[in-house]
């Protein structure tokens, strides 16, 4: 059995393993950094830690959306790097009973690595994501670079 977090975009729903996530969050004030990629909105500080943000909508290159009273922070964390994602919302936790899990479908014989299956849960069916796999090495690389940065920034002007 898996315990799956539901996250909504748009008018769509995903699950997330809980194993992946840290915690949910409301959406605080972000500190942008110029050139990183379009989909990393910044950082923020939670709890005493530095925490790159992406927007999870513009990660899988769906419409861009305005934040809400809805509008969540699922917090991960990827290769050792907390990472933030704004999600619409962050509604439910469910059980999902293995035998209900399908394999990711393959587009034009390629398999989209970031999904880790579909799960049929009676008329309703659930994208699965694999955070881990959404968030490529390229992409920690660069988020773990915006949290030296800001400890960096931190450091100097509390000395």
Known sequence: MMKCVVIRLSNECFGIDIHQIRSIERLQSITSIPTTLPYVKGIINLRGNVIPIVDLRERLSMEANSYTDQTRLVVATVNDVDVGLIVDAANEVIDIQEEQIQPAPTFSGNSIEFLSGIAKLGDRVLILLDIEKLLNSDDIIQLE???????????????
């Open 145 to 159: 670079q915006l949290r030296e940065i800001e400890e960096s920034l931190s450091s100097f002007l509390t000395s």
